[in-house]
T-cell receptor
């Protein structure tokens, strides 16, 4: 595998479910990101990890819980989501800070019913 | 004022045409600027960074005007494969910051 991979690619969950999104990067980067992309809205940065340490949390509701066990893996744990959380969730990685190129995974299309 | 503003389009242009996209940003302290490209139902990918002196990569030219807080992307000799959404991206906090601010994107359709 090369680049940034994400699983699952599609997820449908009820508001009472608990699920997790997984991201893995094979690029040797130190920084990993979670973004949310909703229709007709710009990409919104949710969380940033640098060398496994969280450096940014952009006022994301606690029903989204990130986990970064090492520099190559990033998870987003989901629980008691709302229908408005339905969106494309994109993971990205970069070598160094945000002024370096970010490489995105293909995303997980999440639908909350 | 929105942080990064773009004309959403769509821009429908014939093959071979020249098309220009503009973007304005609100934070005058912004240091780094980029154009990303996002194909339909795909992830964004870096198209090019934007440097103060302007830069060119093949058919693509990017310009930065710090005084007007304005970035542009010019595509010459448009190809069908250029059809995508072009995202203007700004790092508002400078070197060392992990924050990127994305515009909503400008959709381009190149027509045969």
């Amino acid at each position: 595998e090369t680049g940034v991979t994400q699983t699952p690619r599609h997820l449908v969950m009820g508001m009472t479910n608990k699920k997790s999104l997984k991201c893995e990067q094979h690029l040797g980067h130190n920084a990993m990101y979670w973004y949310k992309q909703s229709a007709k809205k710009p990409l919104e940065l949710m969380f940033v990890y640098n060398f496994k340490e969280q450096t940014e949390n952009n006022s994301v509701p606690s029903r989204f819980s990130p986990e970064c066990p090492n520099s190559s893996h990033l998870f987003l744990h989901l629980h008691t989501l709302q229908p408005e959380d339905s969106a494309l969730y994109l993971c990205a990685s970069s070598q160094g800070a945000g002024d370096n190129e970010q490489y995105f995974g293909p995303g997980t299309r999440l639908t909350v019913t | 004022r929105k942080e990064v503003e773009q004309d959403p389009g769509p821009f429908n242009v014939p093959e071979g045409a020249t098309v220009a996209f503009n973007c304005t940003y609100s934070n005058s302290a912004s240091q780094s600027f980029f154009w990303y490209r996002q194909d339909c139902r795909k992830e964004p990918k870096l198209l090019m960074s934007v440097y103060s002196s302007g830069n060119e990569d093949g058919r693509f030219t990017a310009q930065l005007n710090r005084a007007s807080q304005y970035i542009s992307l010019l595509i010459r000799d448009s190809k069908l494969s250029d059809s995508a959404t072009y995202l203007c991206v700004v790092n508002p906090s400078g070197a060392g910051s992990y924050q990127l601010t994305f515009g909503k994107g400008t959709k381009l359709s190149v027509i045969p």
